[in-house]
């Protein structure tokens, strides 16, 4: 995966390189003096056994968070057992690379050993993280974002000059013309966790549900939605620091949230 990873930038001709425990930097095009990186991150590893090329992909219908059947990609062995697709997090991986390709300024971190403690994502080189005005992962489970993880607060959409307004506002946009819904929750951790202490962070739903599991699928539409709404967020968010303020109570956020998603669906 790494050597894919190293061997992929160089073809499209990104700066990268991997440090000693394997984690992946890339980097492309040159802020201004007074500017700074967006950052994307997805983790390399997943929790699945390793398959081999024996993992199957099957596209079938499965629910999304709605209970509605949606084209989905599942993993298969090859008697048909389900084994997981590694969707947690190699859809991230792959929303990540698309980016790099399509902006002209950015940077890209790859961890690896999330799954067990976020322990790559901990030892990350600090100095890559110099001139980055936050991060934005694509690891958070189906229609969610994670707005904490292991209690700390990753953004604060009361924050008027804060990252969480700006993702807070697309999210609702986006459930609005896109007629889906999406929830703040708390999550536990991923990589982002070790890097919100320098700035802003957002954890992106991806759509991959059942994660952990070997009925792990991904629904198709959301992984798509989810690189509209990454590429959407790094124009709006732009190339400026981000370091959102803390707030009191986590769940005032949520609640006002859910609020304003279920007055746009109508559903109050
Ligand atoms: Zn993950």
Known sequence: MIEFLLAFFKKHGIRAWRDEIGNVYAEKGEVGAYQKYPLVVAHTD???????????????????????????????????????????????????????????????????????????????DVSFLQNVGYAIEFDSPANTSSITLGNKLMFNPEDENGLGKIWTGLLLEFSENRETEFTLEQHSYTDIVKLRPHFSCINVPVGYYLYHTTDEYLVEEEAFMALDLGEELIKRAGYRYYNDEPHPRVNRLIIQFNLNTMEITGEL
């Open 46 to 124: 997943t929790v699945h056994l390793i398959h081999g090329k024996k993992i199957i992909p099957k596209k079938l219908l499965l629910p999304n968070y709605a209970g509605e059947l949606k084209p989905a990609l599942k993993g298969f062995d090859e008697n048909d057992n389900p084994v997981g697709i590694g969707a947690d997090c190699k859809v991230g991986v792959a929303l990540c690379l698309i980016l790099m390709l399509r902006l002209p300024v950015l940077k890209c971190f790859l961890p690896t050993e999330e799954e067990i403690g976020a322990r790559g994502a901990s030892k990350v």
